[in-house]
C-alpha cells in the first residue's frame, strides 16, 4: 500500500499543521497559511465526527495539499488551572 501524494509527511510537518489549526480555531474567518509551502488561502474543513478524535481536512491550491489530520482532542483534558 502506497501512499501517492502525502505531504504532511513528516512530524515537524504535522506540528506545524496543528499550530495552524489552532490558529484557525482561534478565529476561522482568517486566512491560513499553508503548512507546506507557506502560501496564504489554506482552506482547513473541520471533520470531527468522534469524541476524542479530530479530523481536519487541509486544501491548499498552490502546492496541492489535501490531506487531512487526525488531532486527539485529549491535549485538551490536561490544561485546567485549578
Ligand atoms: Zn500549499
Redesign the pocket.
Known amino acids: 500500500m502506497t501512499d501517492p501524494a502525502k505531504l504532511i509527511s513528516t512530524p515537524e510537518l504535522a506540528a506545524r499543521a496543528m499550530a495552524t489549526v489552532r490558529k484557525w480555531q482561534a478565529d476561522t474567518r482568517v486566512d491560513q497559511a ?1 503548512p ?4 496564504p488561502g ?1 482552506r482547513i474543513v473541520d471533520k470531527s465526527s468522534r469524541p476524542h478524535m479530530s479530523w481536519y481536512e487541509f486544501t ?1 491550491q ?4 489535501d490531506e487531512a489530520l487526525a488531532v486527539a482532542s485529549s491535549a485538551h483534558t490536561t490544561d485546567h488551572d485549578s
Open positions: 499553508c507546506i509551502c507557506s502560501a489554506l491548499c498552490a502546492c496541492g495539499l
